[in-house]
């Protein structure tokens, strides 16, 4: 929490808790009158949930843009602090006194540069760890209880820098170096926390939480658990949808299985930082390049591949494609030889395409891994058509008496639409898929396990019962889980209306009455993608064609 009374000098005071809009500022500034007095906006007095920063802030201006960009961001940033770190946070603002706000902000990153001797500690053992950090020594236990402990700390604090807080005693660790998290042109988010995998934007299923959504990196300890299921209101962070971004790397989520949960996506995450990663980013790449080849369907075989990283091998630098690959296993080889002259009559993809079976490899977006066995990959089953159903939508303009186009269209539902068709279906027919090849919209999907298993995704048109609707045909290796046709579901719906739908209903489609263009996604909650089946079940459920959400 941070509250600030601002003011010019001994003037008036206006209350603003922060974060605060552009409304609110210019609110508070009118209140305070013009400038003309030439007394600046003064931050007043400061209260707030860290102890000792409204000290630091009292007395700053509070006229430029800049800074008020930077409190606001340091009140988001007390928010995704627990109580313990804020206390934390406090005394260590003591112990650095920071000259900015950016200084401020950058601290309240780095609370892992200092330790915590809980209060209620045996001052015996206070004062063996003080000698022992400062000195190297050991205290004997026989001696200890005739340490003088004052004189033990006194000695201490003489060279070394440590606060009191309501939590305990904190002291900054031996050879501690702050990492800059922000300022300088970084984009760093409040809920941001350093070591992260991954952000995960959390707000509760069906809506949205009254605070707005919350930011939680992972891995995530469980006092942050606990904060995050506390700000969202909810028993468990299963609880709420979300969406992914990543911290400064590829992001996590695309290699983990399609419609993991948020508590899921932790436990994964803190394995890996605990048990797999080592800090450098070629362990980080290798994991994710085993994650992509091995296709894990379940955090437990998540868990098991990450686990056995030691039994994957990434090929050198340079043997990225199965060309490549060919040349590179055929350099060792006593089996197989391809001089230069040969290689011209030899059919090279299908000899990469045998080479890689034969060794166990694997094409994955960052190079070919190899493996002493594969666990979990598996796409022997045979291939699987599923057809996604969901309304289509068209505005038409009808040309007037001297052959002009009227400016506001007729907007047209299904049923108006099985008139054209004929027309539709020819221009469908007309796209363009030279950049997606036979994939379509699969080359598309964000999830690089779920993006192995579908193999292509077209979208079309089908009249049922009289009305018009969108069809997005899809051939997948083997049935889809639940989950994994949930994030094709997603895919289509990004696509029907920020991608390729977006460009589809721009095109316009000539009839004899005028123009015509085709939308395959419609705003508001009636929008609704659904399987063959549970479209068809749901048309026997009701007395006709149902247009917006079937």
Known sequence: MLKLYIGRN???????T?????????????ELGGARSGEPVLIQEARTSVPYLGGRLKGLSYEKKEKRRELDFLAKRIGYLTQAEQDVFSAVLQMEEPGTLGEVINLSYNLDQYEVIPHGTDQAEISGKLLKRDKGIQVPAEIACF?????????Y???????????????????????EVYGNGRHTHPGYEKGSLLLL???PKGSWSPNGEYVLSVPASGERIAL????LGVESLNRCSFYTSHAGREDLSDYLPAGMEAEEINQAATFFVEEVLDGTEERFQQLLAVLEAECPRTLEEVLEAAGNLKDYRMCPEGVDSPEEYVHHVLEDSEVYYLDGFIEQFVDMERMAKALMEETGAVETSFGIVTGDRWRFRDFSGE?????????????FFEEDEWGNMEETPVVMDGLDLMQYAE????????????????????????NQLLKQRVVSMFPGIEEVNGCLYGVMTMVSRGDLTAQEMGAVIESWSGQASDGWGEGFEQREIETPEGELYVSFWQSGDSFEVLPEDAFFNRLRESSGPQMGGM
Not at 10 to 16: D, Q, S, Y
Not at 19 to 28: G, K
Not at 228 to 231: D, L, M, T, V
Not at 423 to 443: M, N, P, Y
């Open 383 to 395: 291939l699987v058509t599923t057809r996604l159903f969901s309304p289509i939508e068209g505005n």
């Open 423 to 446: 027309s539709i279906q020819e221009r469908l027919e007309k796209e363009d898929w030279s950049q997606e090849g036979e994939r379509g919209l699969a080359k598309y999907l964000d």
């Open 157 to 179: 604090f003489l060279h070394h820098k440590g606060e009191f807080s309501p939590s305990g005693l904190v002291l900054k660790k031996e050879g501690a170096v702050p990492e």
């Open 201 to 203: 934007h959390l707000y």
């Open 147 to 155: 340490l003088d402990h004052e004189r033990v700390s006194s000695a």
């Open 228 to 231: 995050a299921r506390e700000r």
């Open 18 to 30: 922060l974060p605060v809009t552009a409304d609110e500022t210019d609110r508070a500034f009118a």
């Open 10 to 16: 001994a003037g008036r005071t206006v209350c603003l």
